[in-house]
């Protein structure tokens, strides 16, 4: 593969300009970025035959996002679009190709079928708080790191657990597929496994459960939606890379995502688009992380 043109830094300051807007509440309609300028005549940056070329020849984009993690990816019933940092991403790359907000395909995409989209051509990117694991990278491609968080604990505000030997023995739920569940099993508890991120909460707010455990970043946009019953406890346990998934069947793409969200980070894209999204929680805006390099071609 030739040289990949890297983003233009004023294509994503007007992608994020108009992307921001749908930042808001989780309520809002997340459809503002819809007059977005984006790079013009992106298929001719890209060499042919390479995945970036056909997506900008195709003008639109498939992605699969979390639709019930506050910060990260959330789409109420009411909603047009998901919200969050993932799909703030999701538009940068998305810009670079040419592509509009209003031409993004968002599709829901749960822990236990991001690798299954990427493989069947449901999606064509995953970022969806996909932590980068050596067993992930055998069967998918994983760029990244764009985002590094720990795992912690959500527990009611009347519960004793505040640290993690309190655990063992008690039911802790994640969702089914998660790298969360293996970490909290091997600290001695009970692992439950759900479909979703809400209906693990929901089993922390009515007691079914002792407490709910993945990334910190997730958490906190919980116990933020519900102060007097919920909070987050221990320090991080773990380290979650979150990487932009994509098709092992197209290795090009690697070099592409990590050029694109460099120059995000380097022109404060990044930065703002956090601000926007996880900064809401009042977490101070972390240094980005160094990028992976991509494998071999």
């Known amino acids: 593969m030739g040289h990949i043109q890297k983003v233009r830094a004023a294509a994503v300051a007007l992608a994020l300009a108009g992307a921001l807007a749908a930042c808001g509440d989780a309520g809002d309609d997340g459809d503002e970025g819809s007059d977005v300028e984006v790079q013009e005549n992106a298929a001719d940056e890209f060499d042919d035959g390479t995945r970036m070329k056909e997506l900008a020849d195709a003008g639109s984009v498939t992605i699969g996002v979390k639709f019930d993690q506050p910060g990260i990816g959330f789409k109420g019933a009411t909603d047009d679009a998901p919200v969050g940092f993932d799909p703030e991403i999701g538009k940068i790359l998305a810009a670079d190709l040419g592509i ?3 031409d993004i395909t ?9 690798e299954p989209f990427l493989q069947n051509g449901t999606v064509d990117l995953v970022i969806a708080s996909y932590s980068i694991t050596d067993e992930r990278r055998q069967v998918v491609g994983q ?11 959500l ?7 505040d640290s993690l030997d309190d655990v063992k023995g008690t039911e802790v739920c994640s969702v089914t597929g998660s790298t969360s569940l293996e970490n909290i099993e091997a600290e001695g508890a009970k692992p439950r496994g759900f479909d979703t ?9 009515n007691g079914t459960v002792d407490a ?24 991080p346990f773990s380290e979650e890379r979150y990487g932009v998934g994509y098709s092992i069947d197209a290795p090009e793409m690697c070099e592409w995502i990590t050029e694109t969200i460099e120059d995000a980070q380097d022109d404060g894209a990044w930065a703002t688009a956090f601000e926007a999204t996880l900064g809401q929680s009042g977490v101070e805006t972390p240094d980005p992380p160094a990028m992976d390099e991509c494998p071999a071609a």
Do not use: F, H
């Open 197 to 205: 991120y809400s209906e693990c909460v929901d089993q922390v707010l």
């Open 106 to 114: 968002w599709k829901e995409t749960i822990s236990d079928n991001r």
């Open 155 to 161: 527990v009611g505000t009347d519960s004793d657990i």
């Open 100 to 102: 509009a907000p209003e």
């Open 212 to 235: 709910m455990t993945t990334d910190g970043a997730i958490l906190l946009g919980y116990a933020a939606e519900n102060p007097d019953q919920l909070k987050v406890v221990v320090e």
């Open 143 to 153: 760029a990244g790191p764009y985002y590094v968080t720990g795992q912690q604990l």
